[in-house]
């Protein structure tokens, strides 16, 4: 079956970076892009973008452009969300969630949690 | 930037109800449009795809419409593991603010 698995929770201070990992098994991984969700504690789901996991092309949304870059390990069937410089405001859990050909997110991983605080 | 909006943004309803939300974009997605469900702690989960597909295994009771600017997901009546809140979401894009369904 089809399961998207990610890392666990961080706690990181402010200024460090943060690298969150979506192990995809039971689909053949570079048939379908993955794309990466935001949700802040009591806040809705902000979507961050998406890399094609055929090409390696990552496409960034509006506000996640520079500090967050998302990148693949096809090897492992494997892909990262990084974040550097981080701050306050990137406490959040970080959703990877696989799309099909025509955008709608069929499974999700069960999110990480990144806390940054001094 | 497309934006998606949702109305209302909360609702408290009874087992049995029949709820609507409603879900609009700033400018024309065509069907383009997707409803997910997220409980406390938990993934979203998608219900509806391309404004009126059911998802397989999502109960017949959760139906999609719409096109263009304005879509409905309704629930014809209400069980108690509905209770959750509701995002739409043009595909491969924004989600809206989302609805959460309460109990009255």
């Known amino acids: 079956q089809v399961q998207l698995v990610q890392s666990g929770s961080e706690l990181k201070k402010p200024g460090a970076s943060v690298k969150v990992s979506c192990k995809a098994s039971g689909y053949s991984f570079t048939s379908y892009g993955m794309n990466w969700v935001r949700q802040a504690p009591g806040q809705g789901l902000e979507w961050m973008g998406w890399i094609n996991t055929n090409t390696g092309n990552p496409m960034y949304a509006q506000g996640f452009t520079g500090r967050f870059v998302f990148s693949l390990d096809t090897s492992v069937s494997t892909a990262y969300l990084q974040i550097s410089s981080l701050k306050a405001e990137d406490t959040a859990v970080y959703y990877c969630?696989?799309?099909?050909?025509?955008?709608?997110?069929?499974?999700w991983g069960q999110g990480a949690l990144v806390t940054v605080s001094s | 930037d497309i934006q998606m909006t949702q109305s209302p943004s909360s609702l408290s309803a009874s087992v049995g109800d029949r709820v609507t939300i409603t879900c609009r974009a700033s400018q024309s997605i065509s069907s383009s449009l997707n409803w997910y469900q997220q409980k406390p702690g938990k993934a979203p989960k998608l219900l509806i795809y391309a404004a009126s597909s059911l998802q397989s295994g999502v109960p017949s009771r959760f139906s999609g419409s719409g096109s263009g600017t304005d879509f409905t997901l309704t629930i014809s009546s209400l069980q108690p593991e509905d209770f959750a809140t509701y995002y739409c979401q043009q595909s491969y894009n924004t989600f809206g603010p989302g609805t959460k369904v309460d109990i009255k």
């Open positions: 969630a696989r799309a099909s050909s025509t955008g709608w997110y069929d499974y």
